[in-house]
């Protein structure tokens, strides 16, 4: 007795699902409840899809898969770069206009996250930064994802909802680095109470947007220090200014008074609407040297401590020079001064 014959005469069948091949190559055979109408598509078939049903036997049916007779179709794989936007463009096949699209995201079919679905009503639905549009005239769906994340890239699905098991499309995506149009240096140092003025480049296009610099190592959370505006293109904040050379295209960041603190990681940025755009800089401060001799001197009476010094140096002169100095200068005076009676005396006692 065949396969077929044996599903056929098989009264207890109602919803029983026998594999005997692969779906890419051989036939998935299944056997339908007698509620189930002729001639539905694969009802009990994998996502990949199948041909309609055929009768086997009284009121059985059988589903029989046949490579490529999924109505939805799709690209195999697609790539888009990191900050950018990626549009994945899925077909079906007439019939299915109003049926809900969607797009799933994870390797496991039976698990897979939906990220936005279309529906009879709403043919366009946008959900943080994906959205999707189903152009039911051309029967064509398409997925854009904005802002394009290294972390987006996996494996997704093209899918049209029904009632059963979904129709669906396994699409790759492959997110490259992207490459930001603002450049600068990597890192710079500067020293002690000196200036420091970084200078970071950017290409054409971006003359008329903000640019701004920030602190911090990490680039969502980093605090904006000094930022210009279309209007603005040079802006000073306490010991920090920035100024937008258009022409050259070129904006520089110049700190004064620069302190042992301000070292750290920085970032050249240039605003848009959504994610901006920077690069990393890394900032060093050197202490500020220190020299002997009388050139000590004048540098440390700039600061606090310097003037404590230069006031314990006086004092010691005070105690140890200027003081007994004085006191000797004292007694020469006092000496000169003294009382001459012993003189008188004599005087008197000759006449």
């Given at each position: ?55 086997v036997g009284g009121d059985r049916h059988v589903g029989v898969c046949f490579p490529g007779s999924s109505p939805v179709t799709g690209p195999k794989a697609v790539r888009g770069q990191e900050r950018g936007s990626l549009a994945v463009q899925c077909r079906y096949t007439p019939g299915w206009e109003s049926h809900g699209k969607w797009w ?178 890394r900032v060093t401060v050197d202490p500020a040297p220190v020299t002997s001799g009388d050139d000590s001197l004048n540098m440390t009476s700039h600061g606090p401590n310097g003037r404590s010094l230069l006031r314990s140096i006086h004092f010691l002169l005070l105690v140890f020079l200027k003081m007994p100095l004085f006191l000797g200068m ?22």
């Amino acid at each position: 007795m065949s396969p077929l014959q044996a599903l056929g005469n098989n009264p207890s069948c109602v919803t029983c699902f026998t594999v005997i091949f692969s779906c890419k190559v051989y036939l998935y055979l299944g056997c339908y409840s007698p509620r189930e109408p002729l001639g539905v598509p694969g009802a009990l078939c994998p996502a990949g899809g199948c041909g309609p049903a055929l009768r086997v036997g009284g009121d059985r049916h059988v589903g029989v898969c046949f490579p490529g007779s999924s109505p939805v179709t799709g690209p195999k794989a697609v790539r888009g770069q990191e900050r950018g936007s990626l549009a994945v463009q899925c077909r079906y096949t007439p019939g299915w206009e109003s049926h809900g699209k969607w797009w799933c995201r994870g390797a496991d079919w039976g698990n897979c996250k939906i990220l936005v679905q279309t529906t009879a009503s709403e043919p366009e639905v946008k959900r943080d930064r994906v959205s999707i549009r189903d152009d039911r005239e051309n029967r064509t769906f398409t997925v854009t994802t904005e802002e394009l994340r290294l972390d987006d890239a996996g494996i997704y699905w093209c899918g049209i909802a029904r009632v059963g098991t979904d129709h669906a499309e396994q699409v790759s995506v492959t997110v490259d680095p992207g490459s930001s149009p603002v450049t600068g240096p990597k890192a710079v140092r500067g020293q002690e109470r000196g200036s420091l003025a970084v200078q970071c480049r950017y290409t054409p296009g971006w003359e008329s947007h903000g640019k701004w610099w920030c602190r911090g190592a990490d680039w969502d959370s980093c605090k904006i220090l000094v930022q210009t505006t279309a209007s603005e293109p040079e802006v000073k904040r306490d010991r920090v200014s920035i100024r937008d050379d258009r022409e050259n295209r070129t904006f520089t960041v110049t700190t004064e008074e620069l302190r042992l603190d301000d070292a750290g990681v920085y970032w050249c940025g240039i605003e848009r609407v959504g994610h901006d755009h920077g690069t990393q800089v890394r900032v060093t401060v050197d202490p500020a040297p220190v020299t002997s001799g009388d050139d000590s001197l004048n540098m440390t009476s700039h600061g606090p401590n310097g003037r404590s010094l230069l006031r314990s140096i006086h004092f010691l002169l005070l105690v140890f020079l200027k003081m007994p100095l004085f006191l000797g200068m004292l007694s020469a005076v006092l000496w000169v001064h003294r009382p001459q009676g012993s003189s008188r005396w004599e005087t008197k006692s000759a006449l």
